[in-house]
């Protein structure tokens, strides 16, 4: 094995720890579950699992007819067509809550399917300037209404 060899392992083991770093290190986690204070509306629910602070730069969803808005406030309902910021220290949960401005799909006599999906941008407070890839949720109207009738 020539010295040529020993850097090209190097630098393949160097190249494998940044995208497990990249990709799998330090993500939030996160998941819709129901509100703690009504089972009839829903959160978009993000934890912190890593051990430095993370930035959620931006929460989008698509089609529009999904919200998710800061906190439950008059503020965060008017903020609801806005972007906002949220920092994570290691360890936080925070809840989010949805809206869906399309009411009948989350009735409980409808049965249309209705997927939709929520990207939660964020990157490391360490390194803000470096992309990190969005957490993705896809989920429907229809899991949003056996939510509601979870007990």
């Known amino acids: 094995m020539t010295i040529t060899d020993i850097g090209a392992l190097v630098g393949l083991a160097v190249g494998i720890l940044a995208a497990v770093d990249r990709l799998f290190l330090g993500r939030p986690i996160t998941t819709i579950s129901p509100s703690a204070e009504n089972k009839s509306f829903r959160d978009l629910r993000v934890e912190n699992a890593s051990k430095q602070p993370i930035l959620l730069r931006r929460i989008r969803s ?16 008017a903020a609801m067509y806005a972007t906002f910021n949220a920092v994570l220290q290691p360890g ?13 799909l ?6 249309a399917w209705a997927p939709f999906v929520i990207l939660v941008s964020w990157r490391k407070t360490r390194s803000v300037w470096l992309p990190q890839w969005p957490a993705i949720i896809f989920s429907s109207a229809r899991s949003l209404r056996l939510f509601a009738k979870s007990r």
Not at 62 to 71: K, N, Q
Not at 92 to 104: A, D, G, K, Y
Not at 106 to 111: G, K, L
């Open 62 to 77: 698509y089609p529009r007819w999904v919200r998710v808005l800061p906190d439950d406030t008059s503020k965060g309902a």
């Open 92 to 104: 936080e949960l925070r809840s989010f809550p949805l809206v869906i401005t399309r009411s009948q």
């Open 106 to 111: 989350v009735d409980q006599d409808a049965t």
